[in-house]
């Protein structure tokens, strides 16, 4: 199908004589946004893992495009605190040449930390270099585990913003594991319950009511996403006044 970058058919990984991921069938399209939610060991980074080709399945089948290529944020990412570095030097690690290592870091509103040392750099800056840095290759699909670690709420929500914003400009596919339920609600257009296998997946808004979804996160958490993730039951003019809702936007 056109644009299908990464297809999984009953994917399945065994670790240790275990199924980490179990039978998993997901298709990432160029210009989705999905996110992986789940507990803790449900197997999330080992399946973003399969997509990147870095854990081989030991049952089912991956697709995916011919010449695909990924940028990746990893969940752990540790800056040795005795070598003084550089982000120039960072992103020359990569390879890349100075233009477009530059480019990146203004594509991430960070090419103003270039001189810096990174050990500086705040939890939301880390966290735009390390997204810079997938992004030097030009990736057709960006993988983020975790990617608003150590970044506060605020900063969560303007980084949401900005995966969304290179999401329209590069015309790639995001894949990306979070455990900040309402910031995914809001940040994403689908979203996967992971548990070894898919637990639900859809809009989010479907999964907050899914009975998976409750089971796994408990009811307060599904009630207040729920609530967050609300509908207008009304309009307004051109006055920014509140008028009864058209028949189009009735829910
Ligand atoms: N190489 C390995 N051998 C055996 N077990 C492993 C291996 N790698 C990971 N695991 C186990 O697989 C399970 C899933 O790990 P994974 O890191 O994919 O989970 P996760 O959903 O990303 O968890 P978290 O939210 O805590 O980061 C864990 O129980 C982990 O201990």
Same mark, same amino acid.
């Given at each position: 199908?056109? /644009?299908?970058l990464?297809?999984?058919?009953?994917?399945s990984i065994h670790?240790g004589?275990?199924a980490i991921?179990d039978r998993?069938?997901?298709t #990432?399209r160029?210009g989705d946004?999905?996110?992986i939610i789940? =507990?803790?060991?449900?197997?999330?980074t080992?399946l #973003?893992k399969a997509?990147?080709?870095?854990?081989?399945?030991t049952?089912?089948?991956?697709?995916?495009e011919?010449g695909?290529?990924t940028?990746?944020?990893?969940?752990h990412?540790?800056?040795?605190?005795?070598?003084?570095?550089t982000?120039?030097?960072?992103?020359?690690?990569?390879?890349?040449?100075e233009a477009?290592?530059r480019?990146?870091l203004?594509?991430t509103?960070v090419g103003?930390?270039?001189?810096?040392?990174?050990?500086?750099?705040?939890?939301?800056?880390t966290q735009?270099l390390?997204i810079?840095?997938?992004l030097?290759?030009? =990736?057709?699909?960006l993988?983020?585990?975790?990617?608003?670690?150590?970044v506060?709420?605020?900063?969560?929500?303007?980084l949401?913003?900005?995966?969304?914003?290179?999401?329209?400009?590069?015309?790639?596919?995001v894949?990306? #594991?979070s455990?900040d339920?309402?910031?995914?609600?809001s940040a994403?257009?689908?979203?996967?319950?992971?548990?070894?296998h898919i637990?639900?997946?859809g809009?989010p808004e479907?999964?907050?009511?899914?009975?998976?979804f409750?089971?796994l996160?408990?009811?307060?958490?599904a009630?207040?996403v729920a609530?967050y993730?609300?509908h207008?039951?009304?309009?307004?003019d051109?006055?920014? /006044?509140?008028v009864p =809702?058209?028949?189009?936007?009735?829910v």
């Amino acid at each position: 199908m056109a /644009d299908e970058l990464v297809r999984l058919d009953d994917a399945s990984i065994h670790l240790g004589g275990q199924a980490i991921v179990d039978r998993v069938n997901l298709t #990432i399209r160029r210009g989705d946004v999905i996110t992986i939610i789940g =507990p803790n060991g449900a197997g999330k980074t080992t399946l #973003i893992k399969a997509i990147l080709g870095i854990h081989r399945l030991t049952a089912g089948t991956i697709t995916r495009e011919p010449g695909l290529t990924t940028g990746y944020v990893p969940q752990h990412t540790h800056f040795q605190p005795t070598l003084p570095l550089t982000v120039k030097r960072f992103m020359a690690l990569t390879g890349a040449s100075e233009a477009d290592c530059r480019r990146a870091l203004e594509q991430t509103s960070v090419g103003h930390l270039y001189h810096s040392t990174v050990h500086h750099l705040s939890g939301g800056e880390t966290q735009r270099l390390l997204i810079a840095r997938a992004l030097v290759r030009e =990736p057709d699909l960006l993988v983020l585990d975790e990617p608003a670690q150590g970044v506060d709420v605020n900063g969560q929500a303007a980084l949401y913003e900005l995966i969304r914003e290179l999401r329209d400009r590069l015309h790639c596919g995001v894949i990306m #594991i979070s455990h900040d339920l309402h910031l995914v609600m809001s940040a994403t257009d689908r979203v996967i319950c992971l548990n070894q296998h898919i637990c639900c997946s859809g809009y989010p808004e479907q999964v907050s009511h899914d009975p998976a979804f409750v089971e796994l996160f408990g009811q307060h958490v599904a009630r207040s996403v729920a609530v967050y993730h609300h509908h207008h039951n009304h309009d307004h003019d051109l006055h920014g /006044d509140v008028v009864p =809702p058209t028949d189009s936007h009735a829910v």
